[in-house]
């Protein structure tokens, strides 16, 4: 069993709502911690910088109404994102806001720091870094992180190329600590297969984009809701750094999704230009085709519930 920080020990569903970039805002994150999930957005989604102070105070005091109200059913705890990256000039603001109001998980991508990890601990704030193979999994261990999320094959966005079984288990060897998969779940059988393998958490991030919450344009959504794993497509041309994205908007973009350019990754960006990119260019993991509709969030955590469930009850029948 793994070593969970106290912050984990309240979580009664094995589930991390993944930051979606441009997509995740308050009223997703509200929703997904009222429905038992972590819910999560990127600081850099708040825009201008200024509005990530505005954000925070609107979680913090939804969550905690919610708390006094619900005393019984208390929220899960939030998260947020920060790309740890030397093109994110918004680092050091964003994180002094994030230790200000004390912001339970800190999620750290491309990049792990030393003194970023520091100021979560300043206060008492878990650090759990994105890693796509077992070498970059030690080295945010070794900078401080306190937890691992496993990005792997057929991740949303940015993701890996290892196959689930093959991370899960390298990792395992050396870390007992918290481990979150990210990777093609969104069901509750597939939440469970996570945890069998050895992670603590399931970490979903394309199936919140289909939700009434999420800030994504009305196409988007039902292309998520129509799309399988055969519309994904892979490829670093779009950031720098190798995603996977839908087809029909590549396309839509006059691209041929089947013949993309590779990208030079030491122009690695995620400033105003990729926020563009990444508006007109939908990112999406390949376990879409079990996104059947658009639904409030509330209800797509009700759904992996009953079936996380049921698969359980499958396995001991």
Known sequence: MSK????????KFPVIASPLFIISNPKLVIAQCIAGVVGSMPALNARPAEQLEEWLIEITEALAKHNRDHPDQPA???????????????????MALCVKYKVPIIITSLGAREDINAAAHSYGGVVMHDIINNKFAKKAIEKGADGLVAVAAGAGGHAGVKS???????????????LALSGSIATGGAVLAAQAMGADFAYIGSAFI??????????????????????IVYSNLFTGVHGNYLAPSIRNAGLDPDNLPESDPSKMNFGGDAKKAWK???????????????????????RLKREYQAAKGNLTA
Not at 164 to 178: M, V
Not at 280 to 302: N, R, T, Y
Request: one cysteine or more; a negative charge.
């Open 4 to 11: 969970l920080p106290a912050v984990f020990q309240q979580l």
């Open 280 to 302: 007109d260019i939908w990112g999406c993991g390949q376990g879409i085709s079990a996104v059947k509709a658009v639904l409030p969030a509330g209800e797509l955590v009700a």
């Open 164 to 178: 689930p079984f093959a991370l899960i288990q390298e990792i395992r060897e050396w870390f007992d600590g918290p």
């Open 76 to 94: 899960a705890p939030f998260a947020i994102n920060q790309i740890v990256h030397k093109s994110n000039d918004r680092l050091e603001h964003d």
């Open 210 to 231: 289909a939700t009434e919450e999420a800030r994504a344009a009305d196409d988007y959504k039902q292309a998520v809701v129509s799309a399988n794993s055969d519309d």
